[in-house]
């Protein structure tokens, strides 16, 4: 799209120096995340407005809980998709996690404005690519939206897709958010939710988009053969 800034440059400009070990840790944890998730079986269900727009090639902002982001990195592996990773430490191995397994990341958090996390999500939007955020990230509250997702649908015009994920099956950490690694050979579910539109950031807004996040995560767990 003319007029949008070469992201890959820009954010190449200001990469932070990686430790030693970062490429080899990122590559075996990569790897081990492709040998478990190999195991699991996956059973997708997705809202008849979401399968149409999707079709029609209409351009997202997908948003998941953050605990329950493992499955999903995997189900849309290898498809660019732009994602938002924290400039926290952890974040470093995880950016280039994601990037082994065929996304493209933009390092900062959903807080809105000129973060330039944000900026580097609208001009990955810009060049056609869809966006993804766990809009409760990087460090909670868990389960509650923040503000950054409602604007970055306002400032790209795009709808938002609640993604919702459940294995029986896991392992809970003691994390923030309790996240969530399915098990070897778990049934995994996905659930994707009809698309919603947002005109603005409000608490209105956010408490909509609550509830679309806690009824597709609600409609994966009863797919799993559990409950939240």
């Not at 003319?2 to 932070?16: I, M």
């Not at 430790?19 to 492709?34: D, K, R, Y």
């Not at 997702?149 to 015009?157: D, E, H, I, P, Q």
């Not at 409000?202 to 409950?227: I, K, Q, Y």
Request: charged letters at 25%.
């Amino acid at each position: 799209m003319s007029g949008s800034p070469d992201v890959g440059e820009d954010a190449a400009a200001r990469a932070p120096e990686y430790p030693f070990w970062l490429e080899p840790a990122s590559a075996a944890a990569a790897f081990a995340v492709g040998l478990l998730a190999r195991t699991w079986r996956i059973e997708v269900e997705r809202a008849p407005e979401y399968e149409a727009a999707s079709e029609a090639g209409e351009r997202f902002v997908y948003a998941f809980w953050h605990s329950h982001m493992l499955p999903l990195v995997w189900v849309r592996r290898g498809e660019g998709v732009a994602v938002l990773v924290s400039r926290h430490r952890d974040g470093q191995l995880i950016t280039r996690v994601i990037e082994r397994l065929g996304y493209t990341s933009a390092r900062g958090s959903s807080t809105r404005g000129g973060e330039t996390g944000v900026r580097e999500l609208l001009a990955w939007a810009a060049k056609g690519r869809h966006i993804a955020v766990t809009p409760d990230g990087p460090r909670g509250p868990a389960r509650h939206v923040k503000e950054g997702l409602a604007y970055l649908a306002v400032r790209t015009r795009r709808r938002i897709v609640p993604i919702g994920a459940w294995a029986r099956s896991s392992w809970v950490f003691r994390s923030w958010d309790r996240f969530r690694a399915p098990r070897p050979f778990a049934h995994v579910a996905v659930v994707y939710g009809a698309p919603q539109a947002v005109a603005g950031t409000g608490e209105a807004e956010r408490e909509m988009l609550d509830r679309a996040l806690d009824d597709v995560t609600s409609r994966a767990a009863r797919l799993a053969g559990d409950a939240p």
